[in-house]
């Protein structure tokens, strides 16, 4: 609390400090994007990060795209038909082009998917892409995917990027790329990655748009409201946002978002493989308390992945706040108070990202005072996330982001689903769960679907497979400059398409 105070009382004088300098007149067509990380890669078969994702979306198109009621909806294709469970045939629309000029056609469709499917290419989408049997170009603007098994969720995943068929034989790489959407590479630099405009908007008057890799979330800030940049979105310090909605001409909006926030738990622990265990640890924690000190209030408790307006999401009861009974659920264990007041003692693993270790530190100490001790280990990045794929914790804090497809259930809960396969890092297993699971995947009746993913949602929750925390917000600041962006639950950047700059 001491650093925030010092923080909060720096940034004026900093602000002083900054006007002294020369700032560069930007273009008035040219908007000027602060990101915290930057892409790892331009090309859509290696996308897994979400900077490189929302990047590509504005250079790239798919198939379909994704409403924000998570259906897919026309992009390159203009209609579809699934006449059987292994059949899914394509109508292309033939006004498309790449930034090269040249047609987007089914042979440029199916030379990206075999690209995703060729093991030699290693492309990390490639298990999800991996029902498809077999591609029939039947003519430039029509296709038929046959699949080798049926597979409800290979729509929602055809909002991939399309290359070009020339480059979807190359090699990845990062940097460079071939795509059909309103904006196309113009030069990547160590610090700018800089859009032109290639298909036009008589809503917008954006013609270039430069996004600038800017780490450090208070020099962000200070960037934006001195004018150097117009827009950021996301990774800012809570604590900063009060003291930049005072700042004039600058507009903050938020929504919940689709990224969930939650602890892991390694189901295989002596001590964690124990439900009353896990129970206990859920009911300790005061998340309204929690995300009001440490997250202004803005995230949106939840109990599962999938928001409240996906179609598969169902509603569950909120986890309430009640040490007693955690209390009493750790002594139905076995684990009563020491001499020392301890019942046993947690190893709680993290990242080195100060927000993350505020949160950590918060809750330690709510789990100490049912008689928890806990260890923080703070860990950079890349070995915090190699331990946690290993397997290799107790608990630990992460978010899934992004999600738009339930079948991320199978990923995280299905017991064929631990790493480096699948995402079920706690090592989770229940046969019943894996049954609704892989009906779910195939049944092609979206009624069905919701009510197994309905159970299985209960079943995670009662089972306390995880200890759910909330939905981050989504927050979107703009400078004086930039209007008209409305901030989508995916935190896609696809609304700067029908934005403006004075």
Not at 90 to 114: E, G, S, W
Not at 183 to 191: A, G
Request: glycine share 4%.
């Amino acid at each position: 609390m001491k650093r925030v105070l010092l923080l909060l009382l720096l940034l004026p004088m900093l602000m002083i400090m900054l006007t002294g300098c020369q700032s560069e007149v930007p273009a008035p067509t040219t908007l000027r994007i602060g990101l915290a990380s930057a892409p790892i890669s331009l090309d859509p078969r290696f996308a897994t990060d979400a900077a490189s994702f929302r990047v590509q979306e504005l250079i790239h198109c798919g198939l379909i795209q994704l409403g924000e009621d998570f259906l897919p909806k026309p992009s390159l294709a203009t209609s579809w038909t699934h006449p059987d469970p292994y059949t899914w045939a394509f109508t292309l629309r033939k006004d498309v082009q790449f930034h090269n000029q040249q047609p987007v056609t089914a042979h440029d469709v199916a030379a990206t998917i075999y690209a995703i499917l060729d093991k030699q290419l290693a492309s990390p989408l490639r298990a999800g892409f991996s029902a498809i049997e077999h591609i029939s170009v039947l003519s430039p603007t029509q296709l038929t995917i046959t699949l080798n098994k049926a597979d409800a969720s290979i729509l929602t995943r055809l909002n991939l990027g399309i290359l070009p068929a020339k480059w979807a034989k190359r090699d990845h790489i990062a940097k460079k790329t071939m795509g059909c959407g309103a904006f196309q590479l113009k030069d990547w630099t160590n610090t700018t990655l800089h859009l032109q405009r290639f298909i036009q908007n008589p809503k917008s008057n954006i013609q270039n748009i430069d996004i600038l890799n800017i780490k450090n979330p208070v020099t962000r800030v200070l960037k934006l409201v001195r004018g150097e940049i117009d827009f950021t979105q996301n990774d800012l310090p809570p604590h900063l946002l009060p003291w930049l909605q005072q700042q004039p001409d600058i507009t903050m909006t938020h929504q919940p978002s689709t990224t969930f926030s939650y602890l892991g738990l390694n189901m295989l622990d002596p001590v964690l493989k124990q439900e009353k265990v896990r129970k206990a640890l859920a009911l300790a924690l005061n998340r309204n308390q929690l995300k009001k000190a440490l997250f202004a209030d803005l995230p949106t408790l939840g109990e599962t992945v999938l928001t409240p307006k996906h179609w598969a999401s169902t509603t569950l009861p909120l986890t309430p706040f009640n040490p007693d009974l955690a209390e009493k659920l750790l002594d139905e264990a076995g684990f009563s108070r020491n001499e020392k007041g301890y019942r046993f003692s947690l190893n709680y693993r993290t990242s080195t990202n100060p927000t993350r270790l505020r949160l950590v530190t918060a809750i330690a100490d709510a789990w100490q005072k049912i008689g928890i001790h806990v260890s923080i280990e703070s860990l950079e990045w890349g070995g915090f996330y190699a331990r946690i794929k290993r397997g290799d914790f107790q608990v630990f804090s992460l978010s899934w982001v992004g999600i738009t497809d339930p079948d991320i259930y199978r990923w995280i809960l299905h017991s064929d689903m631990h790493p480096p396969k699948g995402a079920n890092r706690g090592r989770y297993s229940n046969s019943q769960v894996d049954k609704w699971l892989d009906a779910a995947a195939i049944s092609e009746n979206i009624a069905e679907r919701k009510r197994l993913y309905a159970l299985i949602q209960q079943q995670m929750l009662d089972e306390q497979v995880y200890i759910p925390l909330w939905f981050d917000a989504i927050v979107a600041v703009s400078g004086p400059r930039f209007h008209g962006f409305i901030p989508r639950n995916d935190g896609s950047l696809s609304p700067v398409l029908k934005a403006y700059l004075d």
